[in-house]
């Protein structure tokens, strides 16, 4: 009975899906990612960012030790992953940086202080463009009509 329950609980699971967990936060100045990878090498991770998306993919593989182990219970996630995070326009892409410490991936995504600056705009009033306008014409009236006296 207790084999038949071990092969039933190692038959439900499935040992090609592996999600890792993820903490995500925002600060004044940027975002922080940090993603549970236990037993992973950085060579094992791979971190793209294209059009607003920071995608994070890996794979955690199941080695099998051949010393005549019959496993009753894995209760491990092992597989392949892809984790996509879609982000605002303010980040600044060419300063992500990442670092994996003790099976933990740490991902910072700095925000793009130009984007995020508060600019206070003038509102001009429709008689300031016709002013404008009608200085430009006087100003093109001079140059030519200086050209023309000389």
Do not use: W
């Not at 899906?17 to 993820?22: D, I, Q």
């Amino acid at each position: 009975m207790l084999d038949r329950f071990f092969n039933e609980s190692l038959n439900t699971r499935s040992v090609s899906a592996f999600t890792p967990y993820v903490d995500a936060c925002e600060t004044d100045k940027g975002f922080e990612l940090e993603l549970a990878l236990p037993g992973l090498r950085k060579e094992d991770i791979s971190i793209d960012f294209q059009e607003g998306k920071l995608t994070i993919s890996g794979e955690r593989k199941l080695e099998k030790k051949e010393d005549n182990r019959r496993y009753h219970m894995i209760e491990t996630q092992y597989g392949s992953f892809t984790r996509t995070f879609y982000l605002p326009d303010n980040v600044n892409p060419d300063q992500i940086k990442a670092q994996l410490t003790d099976g933990i991936l740490h991902v910072s995504v700095p925000k793009d202080e130009q984007k995020t600056m508060k600019r206070q705009i003038k509102i001009s009033a429709e008689t300031d463009s016709k002013s404008t306008q009608k200085q430009k014409r006087v100003a093109e009236v001079s140059e030519n009509g200086a050209a023309v006296n000389s």
